[in-house]
């Protein structure tokens, strides 16, 4: 089975910075896309970013287009999502995301992706 850990999550400021980052095992990892969603406190899972196996396709929502940046380092098996000009709406588990069978249309709903992280927490104070 595909095991995913996240890690970088924090405390910070609004307008600060965090790096979040996804180390995968258990499968070769350069062949799948893989995707990053969130859950803010009393909401649903909502998608933020996904990325193709090759790095060379990414897609984001709305909400954080501009401000997030997807990418993946496939010879570290690791993907991260770098996290700028946050806000106090950004607060939320952060989780990253791995379907059984490659996406090549970036998925953006849950349901698509069949791996999850145990998540990391970040917390964005006004």
């Known amino acids: 089975q595909v095991q995913l850990v996240e890690s970088g999550g924090g405390l910070v400021q609004a307008g600060d910075s965090l790096r979040l980052s996804c180390a995968a095992s258990g499968r070769t990892f350069s062949r799948y896309a893989m995707g990053w969603f969130r859950q803010p406190p009393g909401k649903e899972r909502e998608f933020v970013a996904a990325?193709?196996?090759?790095?060379?396709?990414?897609s984001y929502s709305g909400s954080v287009k501009g401000r997030f940046t997807i990418s993946r380092d496939n010879a570290k098996n690791t993907v991260y999502l770098q996290m700028n000009s946050l806000k106090p709406d950004d607060t939320a588990v952060y989780y990253c995301?791995?379907?059984?069978?490659?996406?090549?249309?970036?998925?953006?709903?849950?349901?698509?992706?069949?791996?999850w992280g145990q998540g990391t927490q970040v917390t964005v104070s006004s």
């Open positions: 995301a791995a379907p059984k069978k490659d996406i090549f249309t970036l998925a953006t709903a849950p349901g698509r992706y069949d791996y």
């Open positions: 990325i193709s196996a090759s790095g060379g396709s990414t």
